[in-house]
């Protein structure tokens, strides 16, 4: 592959890690389709091999952030039911305040799902720094997995 379709590939590669700490975009996929891209025009066993490694750690990486952070929320006693009342506000807060509107409806539809749930705000409030803080671990696992995979494919592309 020529130095511009490595380096188009690098950049695909960095909007995906962009992708999972600002969650607009399928980041690790599109980490994993750009490597799969530049596995593809290569054609070489190694290649290959990075394709596969890349793969395994998205894949681990991906089951470890669903299971990882919601034993932790279990552990907690936050229902999933908020979660995914956060995540529909949030994606409302999104249209509603530009930049910013994810990450104030998650909050506050959380809170809110909490605060119905217990009728006191320190236990909602409490729940909901929870959720907070498991989704964070969520994000932070992927981008793991994601930086790990980058890192493969950086490593062949210098070696190679």
């Known amino acids: 592959m020529s130095a511009g379709g490595e ?13 999972i700490v600002l969650p607009i975009l399928p980041g690790s996929l599109l980490v994993l389709g ?12 190694t290649g290959w091999a990075v394709f596969g490694v890349a793969a395994a750690l998205l894949v681990v ?33 999104f249209f509603v305040i530009p930049v910013v509107g994810l990450f104030v409806g998650f909050l506050l ?29 969520s994000i932070l696992v992927e981008l793991l997995g994601a930086l790990l995979a980058s890192g493969v494919w950086l490593a062949a592309v210098t070696l190679t």
């Open 7 to 19: 380096i188009l590939v690098g950049l695909a590669i960095l909007v995906g890690l962009v992708g």
């Open 34 to 45: 750009a490597i799969a891209v530049w596995a593809i025009v290569v054609g070489t066993s």
């Open 61 to 93: 990486s991906g089951v470890v952030k669903y299971t990882w952070p919601g034993q932790r929320l279990r552990d907690a006693g936050v229902p999933n039911r908020s979660l995914v009342i956060g995540g529909l506000l949030g994606i409302v807060g």
């Open 109 to 137: 539809g959380t809170y809110l799902s909490e605060a119905q749930r217990h009728r006191t705000h320190r236990d909602a409030w409490r729940a909901t720094v929870h959720a907070t803080k498991a989704v964070g671990l």
